[in-house]
């Protein structure tokens, strides 16, 4: 299985100000046959199921705000909110679906400081 | 707009068969570029992906279910199911279906299954 860690697992950000996730996976998740990372990034609230944010490692999906960006390639990836915002506050999931079994990161809690 | 729902028994009792069924509406579950596909998440824990479907392939699961684990497409129905066998209290959880493409981008708003005697 590939095993995805994600780092810190919380952060507190003051409002307007930047918030970092970072995500490593166990073994690379870039196809050679599309040159693309399976990595996905997830925002749940509580009560409500994730949502999709981020595929592709850094394609950002329709809706999402630009304040949210993926960057990274292989093993290592970033989740960057540019300025956080209230409604920001939430666990943040990275999955990479190269591989089955599918797997998840831990999740990282985004608070305001 | 796609919307996915499940339904299901919100109380299964050990050792019985726990059963959910997707239904999908927005799109038809024979397209086949998506991927039809069960996760849960126990309270207050992280996301486990149980298994996939295609409607016209084979389901994928994930290894440590995969001796309890049926997924199955009823296309007439525009849904997909789940069964898992012998279920104990670890099986306590939210059940979400969702769509993949390969991304998983449209979910349930997912069911409480409460595993107890």
């Known amino acids: 299985d590939i095993v995805m860690t994600q780092s810190p697992d919380s952060v507190a950000v003051s409002l307007g100000e930047r918030a970092t996730i970072n995500c490593k996976s166990s073994q690379s998740v870039l196809s050679s046959s599309n040159n693309k990372n399976y990595l996905a990034w997830f925002q749940q609230k509580p009560g409500q199921p994730p949502k999709l944010l981020i595929y592709?490692?850094?394609t950002r999906e329709l809706g999402v705000p630009n304040r949210f960006s993926g960057s990274g390639s292989g093993t290592d990836f970033t989740l960057t909110i540019s300025s956080l915002q209230p409604e920001d506050v939430a666990v943040y999931y990275c999955h990479q679906y190269y591989d089955t079994p599918w797997t998840f990161g831990q999740g990282t809690k985004v608070e305001v400081k | 707009q796609v919307q996915l729902q499940e339904s299901g028994p919100g109380l299964v009792r050990p050792s019985q068969t726990l059963s959910l069924t997707c239904t999908v509406s927005g799109d038809s579950i024979n397209s086949g570029d998506f991927s039809w596909t069960w996760l849960r998440q126990p309270p207050g824990k992280g996301l486990e992906w149980i298994g996939s479907i295609y409607y016209s392939g084979s389901p994928y699961y994930t290894p440590s279910l995969k001796s309890r684990l049926t997924i199955s497409v009823d296309t007439s129905k525009n849904q997909f199911s789940l069964k898992l066998s012998s279920v104990t209290a670890a099986d306590t959880a939210v059940y979400y279906c969702?769509?993949?493409?390969?991304?998983?981008?449209?979910w349930g708003q997912g069911t409480l299954v409460t595993v107890s005697s």
């Open positions: 592709w490692a850094s």
């Open positions: 969702a769509r993949a493409f390969p991304a998983l981008d449209y």
